[in-house]
Structures are given as C-alpha cells and as structure tokens.
C-alpha cells in the first residue's frame, strides 16, 4: 500500500474545523460560574462571605498549575525516549492537549455543570479537563511514532467523548469515588490506548526497528519528564478533593508512596540486570500489541490495582477509622441513602472498574477501526518513529560535506600540522565529500 504522508490539506482543515466548531459551542453553551462572573462581588455579600480570598480560584488554582504542568511538559518529556521521535512527543502531546482541553471543558460541562441553558466554568472545570486530557496523553504513549498527527486529533475526539461518558457513569450514577483517577484515567487511558494499538497492529514494523532504541540524550530528556511527574503527582491526587482532611490526606498518602516507589524501582531495576546496572526499562509486548511507550505497565496494570485496593478499602470502612460524620462525609452517605453501607460502596467500586474496562475495549475498538483508514496521512512501516516525515528540519551546511545518507562519519579536512577531526551525524542529508 502506498502511504501519502503529506498534510498540506488535511492538518490544516481538520484543526480549523474543530477550532471554529469549537469557538461556536463556547460561545452557545459555555457561562463563568458564580466564582468567576462579574457579580461575584453580589454573590460575595449575598452569601456573607468576607474576603475575596474565600473564592475557590485560591483553593484551586495552586493544584491546576502542578496538573497543567504535568499535562504539557511531564507527559511531552516522558515520551523522548525515542532517539528520533523528540520533536513528535512533546509537538504531538502538545497539540492533542490543547484540542483536548477545550472539547474536555464541553463534554464534562454537559454531564456535570450544566444549568439547563449554560455550562458554568470555573477553576475546578481546568483542572477535570487537564484530568481528562491526562487519559488521551496515557493513550498517546501506546500509539507513539505511528499514527499521524491527524489520527491523533481524531482520536481525541472520541477519546474525549468516551472518557466524559464513564466518567458520568463512574462518578454520579454508581458514585464511585476516584480521587486520583485509577479508573477514569489510568486504566480507561492505557486499555483504551492498548486497544487502539492492537487493532492499528503493523506486522512489517520490525522495518522500522532501529528508529524505536534510546540514545543517552533521549533518556536523558524523558528522565526530565518523568521527574515532573513524580513531583505534581501528589497536586494530581489531591487537586479536586474535598477542602481539608480529605486534601491532606491524598497528598501525604501520594508522597510517601512515590518515594517508596523509587527505592523498589531502583532495586528490581538492579537485581534484574545481570551485572546489577541500572537501566531504563523498556516493556515489548509479545500479545500483537505494540505499546511503544509501555503504558500497560505503566498506567493499565496500577489502574487495575488502584481500582481493586479502592473497592477494598471502600469495603473496609467503618466509623472506628472515619468516625460517624467523617465516614459519612467521605462517602456520601446522606438522608437520600440510608441503605447505602461500607459495603455496598465497595461493590459498586468494583463495579466501576469492570465499567471503565469494558468502556475502554468497545471504544477502542470503533476507533482503531476508524484509525485504520488509509487517508489520515499516517507513516509506511519503514518511516515509523521518524520526526522528518512531519517535521521540517533546518539543514547545516558545512564545507566539505554534500547530501548523503543518515547516520555516517563525517571528516573535516584541518590543515596538515592539526590534527582532523572526525565525528558522528544522525542528520540525513550529510555525508563526507569526496576527497
């Protein structure tokens, strides 16, 4: 088959489209909340309030900061480990993040802030959308290097769109409480991602097998992003709990846990090497799925984890531990379900993991099938994990050298009593002149 990677026509209306469709729905549908409108200072005495500090936005907007940051720079960074697939990774994660941002601020707004004529957006809105972006970035990290950016943007699309549907089925009809995402982010992200890879499965990848390996520099860019990550991940789990104990306690229990993570990171990392060196782990599956970026370990498999330890602890709480109003509060449970109990809250926590599981490997389906259509300007097998099939790259000329092929030593001729010096290029189009 032959691939037209070339997206003069196609990237430029497909953002466009969405940009002005975008525009159009913000301006229909989309409000400030109380916190953010202009008669705040009505609702500010109206509710006898005496500082305008008591506006959620100083609440909020310290943990919005940590998330955005982790959304744009953690994940861009994180996924540089392809040693020709830089520019790619942080221009596509950048790219499907502010698409996904704007459509998330729709989607969530219709199932959980909307008025009956408006959606009303707020800092708490930034933040779920970050969250729901944070699942299609999780994605991204499964189809890295073979998808073109317009596949990208199509997938989250609907990624989106399904990721506001379980999040609404999760959290206001089974009541599912999700502080850090195990499921609505991590495991609908990574599942819906690995089913996604499968069905885009390309058995003559091994053509492009040098292109996916690490180079000192690359691991070095994703190490950045990974320390991102595990520094705002507390901001993460703690951003839109509730004010106080609830807060406090996802920040330390996510503190304590990261640190304890690199210590036992470290020691497998070493006990798994014959020679006890420290290496930057790269998952291959063998299953037909092609996870470029190994979210199933990543993200798929604590996920399940975190879903399974939430049910059980959920199971588990009594009011020795929470108290009467603080299990009550932790939980919901009110005048409207007095039949609601530990127990019952912990069914329907495993219940909502089946949910996000099954959300996940429909939708991925319908959207790899979708993917696979040959007219979306994705790579031939061979060009796969290569930044110059989309990136226009600035050529150095130097003397002595002509065009020649990548990766090739380059001589430069130095007068006879120096010494030449002799060097590596990875740049396609240079290669030692003749002599």
Not at 14 to 23: K, T
Not at 100 to 105: F, S, V
Not at 201 to 226: C, E, W
């Amino acid at each position: 088959m032959a691939w037209n990677t070339n997206l003069r026509w196609r990237l430029p209306v497909i953002c466009l489209l969405l940009q002005v469709a975008l525009v159009v729905l913000f301006g229909v549908f989309v409000r400030y909340d109380l916190d953010a409108d202009a008669h705040w200072i009505e609702e500010r005495m109206s509710r006898n309030i005496s500082s305008d500090l008591d506006n959620e936005f100083y609440y909020r907007y310290p943990s919005f900061q940590d998330v955005h940051v982790m959304i744009f720079v953690g994940f861009g960074f994180l996924m540089t480990f392809l040693q020709r697939y830089g520019y790619s990774a942080v221009g596509f994660n950048f790219l499907l993040a502010a698409f996904g941002i704007q459509w998330a601020l729709l989607m969530q707004g219709w199932f959980h802030s909307f008025d009956g004529r408006y959606i009303l957006l707020g800092v708490e809105n930034l933040i779920n959308a970050d969250f729901c972006v944070g699942s299609v970035c999780v994605a991204f990290g499964a189809v890295l290097g073979k998808v073109s950016p317009v596949q990208l943007l199509i997938m989250t699309l609907f990624q989106v769109t399904l990721f506001s549907v379980n999040e609404f089925i999760l959290l206001s009809l089974l009541e599912v409480k999700d502080a850090g995402g195990s499921m609505t982010i991590h495991t609908f992200g990574a599942y819906f991602g690995l089913t996604v890879t499968w069905i885009l499965y390309r058995p003559n990848l091994y053509q492009s097998k040098d292109r996916p390996s690490s180079v000192y520099h690359s691991d070095l860019f994703a190490m950045i992003g990974t320390l991102f990550l595990w520094m705002y991940w507390p901001s993460f789990n703690s951003a839109v709990s509730n004010h106080g104990d609830a807060q406090h306690r996802a920040v330390i229990n996510t503190y304590c846990s990261l640190a304890a993570c690199v210590l036992t990171a470290v020691a497998l990392s070493s006990v798994l090497h014959k020679k006890g060196k420290l290496d930057m782990p790269f998952l291959e599956s063998r299953l037909r799925i092609q996870d470029t970026c190994g979210i199933h370990n990543l993200h798929g498999m604590p996920g399940i984890i975190g879903g399974i330890v939430g049910a059980v602890t959920a199971a588990s709480a009594n009011t020795e531990l929470y108290g009467q109003e603080g299990l009550a509060f932790a939980f919901g449970f009110g005048s409207s379900t007095l039949s609601w109990n530990a127990s019952t809250q912990g069914k329907f926590q495993a219940a909502g993991l089946f949910v996000s599981l099954a959300m996940a490997l429909v939708g991925g389906i319908i959207v790899g099938v979708i993917l696979k259509l040959p007219f979306w300007g994705q790579a031939a097998d061979e060009n796969c994990f290569e930044d110059a099939i989309y990136w226009e790259f600035h050529q150095v000329h130097l003397p002595g050298l002509e065009q020649g092929p990548r990766s090739c030593l380059l001589s430069l001729q130095m007068p006879k009593d120096q010494k030449s010096i002799v060097f590596h290029s990875e740049d396609p189009t240079l290669k030692p002149s003749e002599p």
